[in-house]
DNA sequence: GGGTAGTACTACGTCTTGTAGAGAGGTGAG
DNA sequence: CTCACCTCTCTACAAGACGTAGTACTACCC
């Protein structure tokens, strides 16, 4: 899936975070902090849909952008990548087990044992 | 910690899979299928040890290498990295959880029981 | 002492990413 | 109507990562 750069991913955020179709000019405006040109943000937007990260549909002159998967997809499936990487998937899977903290560790449990039950 | 390009990954499958530290040489004869030139393999080794991935320590005039750390250990690292990008971990977790299949899901919950008991 | 192996340093093409300008075409204000 | 402006698409360029490798120097074996 490949990851994102910096300024991809602060885009990604500001897509995620608002629940609405943005705009470049919208997306440019809630980056503030860096002063980026408003076709640098068009370029990354533009960059982004091809990728696939984004869908955009017109809004009059303007695409309007949103993002293709949730955050909590696109994390997942980096998780899963990762996970495809190694040859032994149990042994990283058991470690990985025991590096997730106390809470996250019941998250998980609770997800799983959901499962079990359906 | 950043991704590794593919023949960088290549190499470090190498040093994963063998148990021992192997010269730039050594790992040269293991990839066969690509026919490098033992200069690309030093380079690629060197950067990958600079990087943190390999340590490497004198054998006469050669380096040994090997690889800082198990690949149990770099797939669970990638996973947490992904994990932390996300706002909302837990969301994150669960949608994990739901995807991974049947037998995995047993062997985490495996060992998230495992810990729970220590 | 010449071939061989190994090192360090340097290099170059390609791809990705951040960054942005140029030019085209529509649109509203006056 | 005309001008200023918005937004788009196209093109560009610098920096860094990566794949790939040559060169030059050293040390060892026979």
Redesign the pocket.
Known sequence: M??????????MDILWAENVPL????V?RLIED??????????????LSR?GFLT?TR???????QPAASRDAYVAELMLEALDMTGDRDAALTRFARAVSGSEAEILLKALTELEEE
């Open positions: 490949k990851g994102l750069g910096e300024l991809e991913r602060s885009i705009t470049a000019r919208e440019g860096r002063d980026l040109a408003p076709t640098t943000v068009m370029t990354v937007l533009d960059r990728k955009r809004d009059g002159r303007a695409w309007r952008y």
